[in-house]
Every structure is written in structure tokens, then in C-alpha cells.
């Protein structure tokens, strides 16, 4: 269902967060849900839920919630969580379900790295593009019968019609 109706799209661009730990929160929360993808950062943002790093583990010591290694990005989540409120806002100005909404797609990519002003030891800054794509996951009505759909629909139960009987008159037996 990947039409371009059901998709909301936003980007973040030079963003002054670690390229390192916006990968690890992006691959953190892809494929959630984006209310309980914004609740986990805001978990992260008070210290509460710690983000497994699985690629970049230097001095990230193992966390009693979750197994593994993992720390506390606090800046980085603060404006990611940000960057999902705009991608939220987006997909409601397109007439989305806001509450049926999945993260399919979340990447970081290194942006440009100017230097930093003032400094006579050549130092740069870090700068990280993101880009979120969400998408509306329909849900099907459950409990709802075919002859209430059929209803609905002004059509027909086919389910009740013979088809060897199609072409016989109603009312009119042999």
C-alpha cells in the first residue's frame, strides 16, 4: 500500500546532533508506531529508557532494561522527537489517521561539517541530515458480516443466491 496518498515525508537538514547517535535512534524506532516511537524518546530525553547501540558501542556499558550495551542521547532524541511532530503535523494536512501511522522509512546521513567560528585549532562541527517517511496502515473493520457490508453497499448476498438457479425466476418451482 505504498501509494503516495498514505505517505507523509519530512526532512531534517543540518541538524546539530552526532551522526553516530542519530543512526542508532533511527534504527531504534523504525518500524514502530510514531506515538509510542514519540513516548520512547520522550523516555529517552528524561533518562528513563536508554537506546541500544548495536554499531557504535565505544564506552556504551550494558543497561539493566535492555541487554546489551546502550546509552542516554538526550539531545539527539529531543530534536528527532521534533522532527516526528513534523512529520505527524504533515500527514494530518494530507488527511491522514494520525494514530495509524508506522515509521517506514528513517535514515541519518552525515551532512556538511562547517568549522567552527572563532577556533584557530581547525575544529568542525557535527551536522546530521534526517529524513522520515510515515505511512497510514489501514486497519479492516472487524465484526462487520458480509450481508451488513452488502447492505451498506446496496448490493446482494451472493452467498445466498444457487448459481445453477440464476436464471430461474424467483417464486417458481418445477
Not at 458480516?145 to 446482494?156: H, P
Request: with cysteine.
Amino acid at each position: 500500500m505504498e501509494k503516495e496518498e498514505y505517505i507523509a515525508k519530512a526532512n531534517g537538514k543540518s541538524l546539530g546532533i552526532s551522526t553516530k547517535q542519530a543512526i542508532e535512534i533511527c534504527s531504534f524506532i523504525r518500524n514502530k508506531n510514531l506515538q509510542e516511537a514519540k513516548n520512547t524518546l520522550d523516555d529517552v530525553t528524561k533518562m528513563k529508557m536508554n537506546v541500544p547501540f548495536r554499531r557504535f558501542t565505544n564506552g556504551a556499558g550494558h543497561k539493566k532494561k535492555k541487554k546489551g550495551p546502550g546509552k542516554y542521547p538526550v539531545k539527539a532524541a529531543g530534536i528527532i522527537k521534533k522532527l516526528l511532530e513534523s512529520v505527524e503535523s504533515n500527514a494530518q494536512f494530507k488527511g491522514l489517521n494520525t494514530s495509524n501511522l508506522i515509521i517506514k522509512h528513517i535514515k541519518a546521513d552525515f551532512a556538511s561539517r562547517p568549522w567552527h567560528f572563532g577556533r584557530q585549532r581547525r575544529r568542525k562541527m557535527k551536522r546530521t541530515n534526517i529524513e522520515v517517511v510515515v505511512e497510514e496502515v489501514k486497519t479492516e473493520g472487524k465484526g462487520i458480516k458480509n450481508s451488513e457490508k452488502a447492505k451498506e453497499t446496496g448490493r446482494e448476498s451472493k452467498d445466498n443466491q444457487n448459481p445453477k438457479d440464476g436464471n430461474k425466476m424467483k417464486g417458481k418451482e418445477k
